[in-house]
């Protein structure tokens, strides 16, 4: 599809004058437990991939959310931030003291771009291990364990001919033989579960991360972050234990009440290491789309549990789940926005309708929540690119804060121009997932839309990736 037409499928906007902005609901104050924030905007995590192997805030992690900042949104979160002190390629890590330095720049960084005007929280993340989809040789001379029901396939062979001949037989044939797991160990990579109790430190995850989600929280307090975002969503460890697919029987899964038990120890372990000037919220789906999945209506009671808990503030996403993800190539790791749940999660102008998808769930979480007496404010996002969209949304009670994440990263500076009066200059997002494409081959994030615009004054002096796309949006002069 055409630019062109793309940019014909766009939501129509008429933009508002300075003195409209000024009286937008999206622009006024909204208070997230402690914290105040000046308006209802929000930039939610986006990985950009500007740390490096260390994990640490490099100068173009700092030059990209100082980038952002400029925009002076409400809330500004940082992307995903591993609370273990392991090797996570280049992933901003969280997980040692020796971090706190790093991320204190990066929060001085940001400050003084807003003006102090934005609120800077961080999403902390633990995510389980996944193998890259092995070569079948690899897989069946090494990787397949071969089990008693197996050998009895072929008594008569040793386990190298026994190897040989599961090789040898087509796919088909496989899928009847082998165990589920193995077959999607051969197919798309091994890929551990919450379920997998088994294995020791699967087993132990609830014991383990609440200390570990408590600590890499105090570390970002100390940095001087306005606050935490827990992250619950999409394919990741505390999703899964929230997930209905949680089958674990000990007590942290089965039953909803069960599923939501190590969210809310984890973030009565993060509440009591922080400051009580410290936002501790989370990002969980309103719906995980997938087959067996959570709906809006577990949504709704999670949302409940979680804000009776006493978090300060809870930000709904949807999809990206491993569930339905598409095979990856050989040598490559599955990835879990390539199927329909990572669609719903960031909806593209190829879909029919890829606006405010994740509004109407929304909207039943907060009705959930007036019904059960409480105020906790809540957060949407999923194509929401003009301030009608928001301002909807806002004024249908249907959620407390409007989060735009593309939207921001084709235009860090589409805030501010809305609230001067400067909307027809907002360069606005197509929704095609160049960027989110970049970031599935974990490349430098950028927007296609950059590189469109010749002769700027900084064409010369901007970084650039090797294959000289611009690491940064072009800049905006008041
Ligand atoms: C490049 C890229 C990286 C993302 N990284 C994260 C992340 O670290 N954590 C997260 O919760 N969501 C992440 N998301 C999802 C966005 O926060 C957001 O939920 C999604 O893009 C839908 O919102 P939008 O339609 O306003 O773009 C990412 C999205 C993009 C495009
Ligand atoms: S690259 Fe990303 S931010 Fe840029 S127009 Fe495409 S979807 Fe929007």
């Given at each position: 599809?055409?630019?062109?037409?793309?940019?014909?499928?766009?939501?129509?906007?008429?933009?508002p004058t300075?003195e409209?902005?000024?009286?937008?609901?999206?622009?006024?104050?909204?208070?997230?437990?402690?914290?105040?924030?000046?308006?209802?905007?929000?930039?939610?995590?986006?990985?950009?991939?500007?740390?490096?192997?260390?994990?640490?805030?490099?100068?173009?992690?700092?030059?990209w959310y100082?980038?952002?900042?400029?925009?002076?949104?409400?809330?500004?979160?940082?992307?995903?931030?591993?609370?273990?002190?392991?090797?996570?390629?280049?992933?901003?890590?969280?997980?040692?003291?020796?971090?706190?330095?790093?991320?204190?720049?990066?929060?001085?960084?940001?400050?003084?771009?807003?003006?102090?005007?934005?609120?800077?929280?961080?999403?902390?993340?633990?995510?389980?291990?996944?193998?890259?989809?092995?070569q079948?040789?690899?897989?069946?001379?090494?990787?397949?364990?071969?089990?008693?029901?197996?050998?009895?396939?072929?008594?008569?062979?040793?386990?190298?001919?026994?190897?040989?001949?599961?090789?040898?037989?087509?796919?088909?044939?496989?899928?009847?033989?082998?165990?589920?797991?193995?077959?999607?160990?051969?197919?798309?990579?091994?890929?551990?579960?919450?379920?997998?109790?088994?294995?020791?430190?699967?087993?132990?995850?609830p014991?383990?991360?609440?200390?570990?989600?408590?600590?890499?929280?105090?570390?970002?307090?100390k940095?001087?972050?306005?606050?935490?975002?827990?992250?619950?969503?999409?394919?990741?460890?505390?999703?899964?234990?929230?997930?209905?697919l949680?089958?674990?029987?000990?007590g942290?899964?089965?039953?909803?009440?069960?599923?939501?038990?190590?969210?809310?120890?984890?973030?009565?372990?993060?509440?009591?290491?922080?400051?009580?000037?410290?936002?501790?919220?989370?990002?969980?789906?309103?719906?995980?789309?997938?087959?067996?999945?959570?709906?809006?209506?577990?949504?709704?009671?999670?949302?409940?549990?979680?804000?009776?808990?006493?978090?300060?503030?809870?930000?709904?996403?949807?999809?990206?789940?491993?569930?339905?993800?598409?095979?990856?190539?050989?040598?490559?790791?599955?990835?879990?926005?390539?199927?329909?749940?990572?669609?719903?999660?960031?909806?593209?102008t190829?879909?029919?309708?890829?606006?405010?998808?994740?509004?109407?769930?929304?909207?039943?979480?907060?009705?959930?929540?007036?019904?059960?007496?409480?105020?906790?404010?809540?957060?949407?996002?999923?194509?929401?690119?003009?301030?009608?969209?928001?301002?909807?949304?806002l004024?249908?009670d249907?959620?407390?804060?409007?989060?735009?994440?593309?939207?921001?990263?084709?235009?860090?500076?589409?805030?501010?121009?809305?609230?001067?009066?400067?909307?027809?200059?907002?360069?606005?997002?197509?929704?095609?997932?160049?960027?989110?494409?970049?970031?599935?081959?974990h490349?430098?994030?950028?927007?296609?839309?950059?590189?469109?615009?010749?002769?700027?004054?900084?064409?010369?002096?901007?970084?650039?990736?090797?294959?000289?796309?611009?690491?940064?949006?072009?800049?905006?002069?008041?």
């Amino acid at each position: 599809m055409s630019d062109k037409r793309r940019e014909k499928l766009l939501p129509v906007s008429s933009w508002p004058t300075r003195e409209e902005a000024a009286r937008a609901r999206w622009f006024q104050p909204v208070t997230l437990g402690p914290v105040t924030a000046a308006t209802r905007t929000w930039v939610p995590a986006m990985v950009p991939w500007r740390s490096n192997e260390a994990g640490e805030v490099t100068p173009q992690v700092i030059a990209w959310y100082e980038r952002f900042a400029r925009g002076r949104p409400g809330v500004l979160v940082v992307e995903a931030t591993g609370i273990r002190d392991v090797p996570s390629g280049p992933l901003l890590r969280a997980g040692d003291d020796r971090f706190v330095e790093g991320l204190s720049r990066l929060v001085d960084a940001v400050k003084r771009a807003s003006g102090g005007e934005t609120k800077l929280f961080i999403q902390l993340i633990d995510f389980l291990a996944i193998k890259r989809r092995p070569q079948r040789s690899v897989f069946f001379s090494r990787f397949l364990q071969l089990t008693p029901a197996l050998r009895a396939l072929r008594p008569e062979l040793d386990d190298a001919g026994l190897r040989a001949h599961l090789e040898s037989l087509d796919d088909q044939t496989l899928a009847t033989l082998l165990p589920p797991r193995e077959l999607e160990a051969l197919q798309f990579g091994l890929r551990e579960r919450v379920t997998d109790t088994h294995l020791p430190h699967l087993a132990a995850l609830p014991q383990v991360l609440p200390g570990l989600f408590a600590a890499a929280a105090s570390r970002c307090a100390k940095a001087g972050f306005d606050g935490v975002e827990l992250h619950s969503a999409h394919a990741y460890t505390l999703a899964s234990f929230l997930s209905a697919l949680n089958t674990r029987t000990d007590g942290y899964g089965g039953e909803r009440a069960n599923r939501v038990r190590l969210p809310l120890e984890v973030f009565a372990a993060t509440r009591a290491a922080v400051p009580a000037s410290f936002a501790v919220g989370c990002r969980f789906l309103a719906d995980e789309i997938i087959a067996g999945g959570n709906r809006s209506d577990d949504a709704a009671f999670f949302g409940v549990q979680l804000a009776r808990a006493g978090m300060d503030f809870l930000s709904l996403s949807r999809g990206g789940k491993f569930e339905d993800a598409k095979q990856p190539r050989v040598g490559a790791s599955a990835y879990p926005y390539t199927g329909p749940s990572g669609h719903e999660c960031m909806p593209t102008t190829k879909l029919e309708h890829p606006w405010g998808r994740n509004v109407s769930a929304a909207a039943q979480v907060k009705q959930a929540l007036l019904a059960a007496g409480l105020r906790t404010p809540l957060v949407v996002c999923g194509g929401i690119a003009t301030l009608a969209q928001a301002e909807a949304i806002l004024e249908n009670d249907e959620a407390d804060v409007v989060a735009s994440a593309r939207q921001s990263l084709a235009d860090p500076d589409w805030l501010l121009k809305l609230r001067l009066g400067q909307g027809a200059s907002i360069r606005r997002c197509l929704f095609t997932n160049y960027c989110e494409g970049l970031d599935q081959s974990h490349q430098a994030v950028t927007c296609q839309l950059w590189d469109r615009a010749k002769g700027l004054p900084d064409d010369d002096t901007v970084p650039r990736t090797a294959d000289r796309r611009r690491l940064l949006a072009p800049a905006w002069e008041l």
